[in-house]
């Protein structure tokens, strides 16, 4: 079965190797570049200031790196749009106004998070500069991700962003729930790991090659006739990205690990990590195999958005933990956003990038104020916790108010948009049974989030008292990095609800521009 | 006419302010204030309605363009308010009601703890409602549509703060969302079907909407409707929302929010002309319900759930003509209906008031000598709705009626159901005010016979296990939870203070002038009709004028029968003065034993026999929704075990399930 | 005599990849469940390099020092948790972390 392949393999390895170094252009490396080496000042910077920083050095330097980041996109960007998209380092890193559109969502995760983190850090008493260092380094991971216009670099990424994430999930050294959110996350991480590799090898195999745009050119230039290997590592990378995307079946380490981990961790995995994930499904996916290829692939990832749509909603509704609500929402979520994957048309990709983007502000604020809430200890996560909380925190309480309406999909916030978006995207593709299961599924999930506000709202909001769990209420005082957190997120949330043409616009040019082989 | 902004912008004012600075305002001046915001958009409404007067009749339309919204690709909805004649008479009334109720809560609220917090609450559902009415797209009526119903909400809890289980909210809102679900996705295929969801759009797209598409529309949206408007079979949830507090009751879940839905369907009124047998649908569900309702209403004893069933009785009128294409006879019921149910809640209210918050109809009596003034607005508000000419209920009751006649072949079967209901409307309205306002003062009876009667009460009526969160929800009120029966045999009652009277007084004006605006006699006095001539499509003709003649006769006599045999059995009852030694209990069996004699055994068993559906199939399914969904979960649930090699195994079973798919696709 | 063409060598690597599979499915000490998802991860370098053989392209061999790089990582990281669990109890049966399910 190789001898398709082998006439069509035009690298001849040489007799005489040279070894010709490829031309990097810096500048367009810039974000990547940014993140990684400022990470690593970081943890230069602690070590010779030893302790000598204030606590809120480390918060205050990851948000100026990863706002740098996030500011180096602009030049980059009117370079795609005067340039084109164009490839770097040989070919294995695309710059495109994709991986410039997931960037921006990855840098604004690690932001709000940062901002979030460090008031919960000195609350916890585990003020340090490594949960920043391993953020910064575990985004760099997400932005070479997005990036990537090679299997094995998209690999690599995948694993820099993973390893990263595993050791902040079990960083909270005290709460025996954060080491087995990290060793479940990190077993099951390997596990899915080999999987996507085992994909790429066979991907490999039956192409010739992992750099995506020399894949398409072979899919455009030669008929398969065997695909076999081919479609065995789509199912094989399905398993490994469904995994990261935290969609059904592969999603069951979603609700322990978003429960263990440091609340405003349990954000940056639900933003930054699944933006990453998902920006990997889309390039492998969408952009690579989309052709005549999608037909082969779209059932599976069909299945997946169905199942993660009910099974995200349904668990979610028995859950009491509030933690585990959102996580298991956000299972749902990414049912939403992998509806923008399947039908994969330019309408459901960037359907699916501004999805990312509103869930970035949506999911990291929700997080922030459950973590506000949770307490010393991280550990008041139940929604008897969460009773009277209008009447004695009505300032919090009417943000993630804000915050779990729009996970709803009320209109006027970016949650209505996002999803109209994505079902837009699959009644144009004429998806109707999944644009319903879609609304079914926002139905049910109503209830959950609308269960939390009448807890916040209603019991224990009684003239007879307020109830047990409240007699000792989070403290009073909202860290001023938290604060200014929530209130970024939920002036995004309303403002991409209500004005968001630019972004949507933004979000367009994006897919318009992505690294592709032009045949 | 560019001052329609000003209307929703009234009481949202109203609900920011008071959020900010209710407790600083404190009793009363809070209500007041609240009350003068809603007053305002009331003047404004007016002046817009004149503007509008004073134009030509076809060019009643204006729109105010907020902001353009959503460009995504070709699409873009154009945000604004829209005044024509439909939305106008709807912000008149709106307002106009939502003014008096206002005041009213003030006398009615005052010894209430929340007192500010209810007043937000009530700013923000006018604001909600009126969002509702003025958008003029469908997305700004479903913000509108799912703000009323989060006030609805609320309220319902207003008093019962373990809303989380209370099961009274549960069922409003399991309903609503399987309306809201009809509706989300009746919005997506208008959108996809017509490019546009503004409504100035749709109504010039829909001449060309494929039958089947316009059916399917006019399906989804009646499943919107039925959710919010309480039709069969979503229609449970509104005799429970009875738990929240009367002015509540009187506003949302009678005057103005349930009737969102048959203003939904006025509005798509281009699409139901192109619906087909869709229409056909409404009507008999309209119809079926308020048959249905009507016959409930005859059972119950809480005084505020007589007047549930029979908004949902009211409500299955105006569906009933809107199913008929009869969408004047739909909005002239629904301002009648609004008149004189408010009247009738708000005099309940003063009623429950006045006895110590006890909402059993079985203690009362003799009440017109103490209360004399909600007594006879009261007395109004029940001539009204039986249909006694010329109160205002007569006259739009007839037009649906008369409409339904003349609807196809199956008119006159429709007709004749809408005249049993009107008969029992009659009957049940008359046993309730006679039970209320005449006969003896029951609450003078021996307590202990009294509580014995409770307990048995229970064992009887299965209706009564839905009640119990009212009857919670009220002992509340006075902050006497151990305190249920504050009503003892040396009570004193009074009439209410003039807040309280004032809106019934007005209310009560209006029930009985409110004919006016429809009168059949000739053209120019159809004044509603000529008003909301430009908004409609597709006429629909009366019969001639003897059958119309005939019709109404026919309904004169239905109501005058109605209330003879509602008197009737009162009187039988009031002649045996042995009975009066007798428990209220026996009382209470003797009451449905004279009407059940007098329409024969089988009447009152089927009387009972629709209570008990409602309460044990109709409840059931609606509360199964909602636990057959926790059901999946649990279902499901094993799985999440928490062992990781379980989760592995999982994962596994995935990999290998997406392996065979591929296997059974490859070209090996 | 047989001839051992690719095939051989990416079946025989298919059947490590499913020991391994297996393995972290019957296994209950972390330790080894790593060393199942080392198995996994070599089936994947074994056929990486039997492809690189097959169509003449250093690539695919390149690969294969990555794949090394990253489970030594992830080893590295898994080592640290489980210390830190073992630290605050006494063994770290995979199957007794079990305290969040549902």
């Known amino acids: 079965m190789l001898s398709v392949i082998l006439q069509d393999t035009p690298i001849p390895i040489s007799a005489n190797p040279v070894i010709e170094t490829p031309e990097i252009v810096w500048s367009s490396l810039a974000p990547h570049l940014i993140l990684i080496l400022g990470g690593i000042l970081l943890l230069t910077l602690v070590s010779l ?43 294995a890193v695309g710059l495109d106004g994709f991986s410039l559109f997931v960037t921006g969502i990855i840098c604004v995760s690690v932001i709000l998070s940062a901002l979030l983190l460090e008031g919960y850090l000195r609350r916890e008493n585990l003020v340090g500069p490594e949960w920043y260092v391993l953020m910064l380094l575990s985004a760099s991971g997400g932005v070479i991700m997005a990036s990537a216009n090679d299997l094995i670099v998209l690999f690599i990424g995948l694993e820099i962003l993973s390893v990263a994430a595993y050791v902040l999930a079990s960083m909270h050294s005290r709460r025996i729930s954060s080491s087995e959110a990290g060793l479940k996350y990190l077993i099951l991480g390997a596990f899915s790991s080999a999987f996507l590799l085992y994909g790429i090898a066979m991907t490999y195999g039956a192409t010739g090659s992992t750099n995506l745009v020399r894949i398409q050119q072979f899919l455009v230039d030669t008929v398969l006739i065997k695909n076999g290997m ?83 909603a349904y668990m979610a509704l028995i859950q009491t933990n509030v933690k585990r609500m959102l996580a298991y929402s956000s299972i749902a979520h990414a049912g939403f956003i992998l509806i923008g994957v399947t039908v994969a048309t330019d309408k459901g990709t960037s359907a699916a990038l501004f999805y990312l983007l509103v869930y970035a502000f949506m999911v990291t604020g929700s997080f922030g104020v459950v973590g506000i809430i949770g307490r010393e200890g991280d550990g008041k996560h139940s929604l008897d916790d969460y009773q009277g909380l209008g009447k004695t925190r009505p300032g919090l309480a009417l943000i993630f108010a804000v915050f779990l309406l729009a996970q709803a999909g009320v209109p006027f916030t970016g949650g209505f948009l996002s999803k109209f978006y994505v079902i837009n995207a699959a009644v144009a593709e004429e998806q109707y049974v999944l644009a319903v299961i879609a609304m079914v599924s926002a139905v049910i999930a109503a209830y959950l989030y609308l269960r939390i506000i009448v807890s916040m709202y209603f019991a224990g909001a009684d003239d007879h008292g ?47 521009r992505l690294v592709a082989f032009q045949g | 006419m560019e001052l329609i902004w000003l209307i929703p912008a009234f009481p949202v004012v109203g609900f920011v302010v008071l959020v900010l600075f209710g407790r600083l305002l404190g009793k009363p001046a809070a209500g007041w204030f609240a009350s003068a915001m809603v007053a305002g958009s009331f003047a404004t409404t007016l002046v817009v309605f004149l503007d509008l007067l004073s134009t030509q009749s076809a060019q009643r339309v204006f729109e105010q363009k907020l902001y353009t919204w959503m460009p995504a690709g070709s699409f873009t909805a154009t945000f604004g308010l829209m005044a024509d004649p439909l939305s106008i008479m709807m912000c008149l009334f709106v307002t106009g009601i939502a003014t008096l109720i206002h005041i009213y809560s003030i006398g009615y609220m005052r010894d209430d703890e929340n007192f500010s917090k209810f007043f937000i609450y ?71 079907t017509v490019g546009s969801i503004n409504y100035a759009d749709i109504r010039a797209y829909a001449p060309n909407l494929a039958a089947g598409t316009a059916t399917a529309m006019a399906l989804l949206f009646f499943l919107g409707a039925t959710g919010k408007s309480a039709q069969l079979p979503l229609y449970t949830w509104l005799p429970d929302a009875m738990a929240g507090p009367t002015p509540v009751s009187a506003l949302m879940h009678a005057a103005t929010m349930v009737t969102a839905g048959v203003y939904l369907m006025v509005r798509l009124n281009p699409i139901l002309h192109e619906a087909g047998w869709a229409n056909d649908v409404i009507a008999w569900v309209g119809v079926a319900t308020a048959l249905v309702a009507a016959t409930i209403a005859v059972a119950q004893n809480d005084i505020k759930k007589v007047l549930a069933y029979s908004t949902v009785s009211q409500l299955g009128y105006m569906f009933l003509a809107v199913g008929t294409h009869n969408y004047v006879a739909a909005m002239f019921h629904m301002v009648t209906h609004a008149f004189f149910k408010a009247l009738l809640f708000l005099g309940s209210g003063s009623v429950i008031v006045g006895m110590a918050h006890e909402q059993d109809m079985r203690r009362y009596g003799n009440l017109r000598k103490y209360m004399p003034i909600t007594a006879g607005t009261f007395i109004i508000g029940w001539l009204a709705i039986a ?250 649930r094993p799985a999440q075990s928490g062992i990781i090699r379980t989760y592995a195994l999982g994962f596994g079973v995935g990999a290998v399930l997406l392996l065979v798919f591929v296997v059974t696709r490859m070209s090996l | 005599m047989l001839e051992l063409t690719e095939t051989w060598y990416l079946v025989l690597a298919s059947l490590i990849f499913t020991i391994g599979a297996v393995g972290l499915l019957v296994r209950r000490n972390p330790l080894v469940m790593f060393m199942c998802v080392e198995l996994m991860l070599n089936a994947t370098t074994l056929t990486f390099v039997t492809f690189s053989k097959a169509l003449n392209d250093v ?27 073992l630290r605050r109890q006494d063994n770290a049966d995979a199957d007794d972390l079990s305290l969040m399910r549902g």
């Open chain 1, 49 to 91: 200031l030893r302790g000598k920083a204030p606590s809120w050095f480390h918060a205050a330097w990851t948000v100026v790196v990863a706002g740098a980041a996030l500011g180096s996109l602009w030049p980059l960007w009117s370079r795609v749009q005067e340039d084109g998209p164009q490839t770097l380092i040989a070919g």
């Open chain 2, 387 to 636: 249909g006694v000419p010329p109160l205002s209920g007569f006259w739009s009751k007839d037009e649906i009626l008369a409409g339904a006649f003349n609807a196809g072949p199956a008119g006159p079967v429709l007709w004749l159901l809408g005249l049993i209901t009107a008969l029992l409307t009659a009957f049940y309205m008359t046993r309730q005010v006679i039970m209320t306002f005449y006969g003896d003062e029951k609450w003078r009876e021996d307590a202990h016979a009294e509580a014995h009667a409770g307990a048995d009460e229970a064992a009887e009526a299965g209706d009564e296990a839905t009640g119990a969160p009212v009857a919670t929800a009220v002992a509340a009120v006075d902050h006497a939870h151990d305190d249920h029966h504050g009503l003892t045999p040396d009570h004193e009652p009074v009439e209410s203070p003039w807040t309280m009277t004032f809106p019934l007084v007005v209310l009560a004006g209006f029930s009985i002038v409110a004919g006016v605006l429809n009168l059949p006699f000739s053209d120019k006095l159809e004044r509603l009709g000529n008003w909301l001539h430009p908004v409609i499509i597709g006429e629909h003709h009366m019969p001639n004028a003897p059958v119309l003649f005939g019709l109404a006769s026919g309904a004169i006599t239905t109501s005058i029968v109605g209330i003879l045999i509602g008197y009737a059995v009162y009187e039988k009852r009031k002649a045996d003065p042995s009975k009066i030694e007798l428990s209220v209990l026996a009382r209470g069996w003797f009451i449905d034993e004279s009407y059940s004699k007098f329409m024969g055994g089988p009447g009152r068993a089927f009387y009972q026999g629709v209570a008990d559906f409602d309460s044990k199939i109709v409840d059931g399914v609606v509360n199964g929704v909602g636990k057959g969904s926790l059901g999946i979960g649990r279902l499901i």
């Open chain 1, 466 to 512: 307020v109830s047990p769990e409240m007699a000792n209420p989070p403290a009073k005082k909202v860290p001023a990095g938290a604060a200014i957190a929530l209130g970024i997120a939920v002036f995004a949330t309303l403002w991409l609800g209500i004005v968001p043409d630019t972004v949507t616009s933004v979000a367009n040019e994006a897919v318009a």
């Open chain 2, 122 to 192: 009530l700013n923000l559902f006018v604001a909600s409602m009126l969002l509702l009415v003025l958008g003029n797209n469908l997305l700004l009526t479903f913000l509108g549509w799912e703000g009323v119903g989060l006030c609805s909400f609320l309220l319902i809890g207003f008093w019962h703060t373990d809303l989380a289980n209370s099961s009274a909210a549960k069922k409003a809102f399991v309903a609503n969302r399987i309306g809201d679900f009809g509706f989300m996705v009746g919005i997506f295929l208008v959108w996809v």
């Open chain 3, 59 to 85: 690539g695919g061999q390149a690969s294969v020092f990555f794949v090394l790089v990253v489970a030594a990582a992830e080893v590295v990281v898994g080592l640290g948790i489980i210390v830190a669990i």
């Open chain 1, 230 to 312: 081919l479609l065995a590592g789509f199912a094989f990378m399905i398993v490994g990205l469904g995994f990261k995307v935290a969609a059904v079946p592969f999603h069951f380490w979603a609700p322990d690990v978003y429960q263990g981990s440091p609340t405003p961790i349990s954000g940056y995995m639900a933003s930054g990590i699944k933006a990453a994930g998902f920006a990997g499904f889309i390039r492998v996916f969408v952009v690579t195999f989309g052709g005549t290829y999608a037909q082969q692939w779209r059932p599976m990832v069909y299945a997946l958005a169905v199942l993660s749509l009910l099974v995200g």
